[in-house]
């Protein structure tokens, strides 16, 4: 993909952020340009215009009430792609119930991959090496012991290039006061 393109992440700002920046720093330096978060929609291309795919993701954020979950295990999508990162291992089904509600009209894209909710530590750059920050993060992610959940608040409409992202907007799911 190609050019300007959108997405929806809900950044973590917790101690597995934290967690997941530093270890991020250590293996992959090149690519700290990026809050933690979890990605809610893919980048994609838009079909309308950004003030109405943001309207559509505020009309959906208010019909939806906060929610926490719980990182689970280290893991990689390799041999697909050299990711290495941790799983939401409870409360996934909500963020496939948004992933599911915002893909449509002004947000629908085809993606090439099934949604899996999941926080990034690093894309790197070969399959060897997403193997070897694996084993590290598998080392790290077990002797850490801060809170391993996140509440998921808000969420933040993205756009970029390559590899450099912007923020749009942020919009509070239901129930949760605008900061």
Not at 62 to 77: H, R, S, W
Not at 109 to 126: G, N, R, S, V
Request: aromatic share 10%; charged share 25%.
């Amino acid at each position: 993909m190609t050019g300007l393109v959108y997405a929806v992440v809900a950044y973590v700002r917790s101690p597995v952020g934290s967690f997941v920046e530093e270890l991020r720093r250590e293996m992959h330096p090149s690519h700290t340009h990026a809050d933690a978060h979890i990605t809610i929609l893919p980048p994609r291309t838009l079909t309308s215009d950004e003030r109405q795919a943001f309207g559509q993701l505020q009309k959906e954020c208010q019909a939806n009430p906060a929610f926490e979950v719980t990182m689970g295990d280290a893991e990689t999508f390799a041999p697909l792609t050299p990711t290495v990162f941790l799983r939401v291992a409870r409360g996934a089904y909500r963020l496939r119930e948004l992933h599911d509600k915002f893909n449509r009209e002004a947000l629908y894209f085809q993606e090439p991959w099934p949604y899996m909710p999941h926080l990034t530590i690093a894309k790197m750059d070969t399959i060897d090496e997403a193997r070897k920050v694996l084993e590290i993060t598998r080392q790290r992610w077990q002797t850490y012991d801060g809170s391993r959940t996140v509440r998921i608040e808000s969420l933040t409409f993205v756009k970029g290039v390559g590899d450099r992202w912007m923020d749009v907007a942020t919009t509070p799911l239901g129930g949760v006061t605008a900061k």
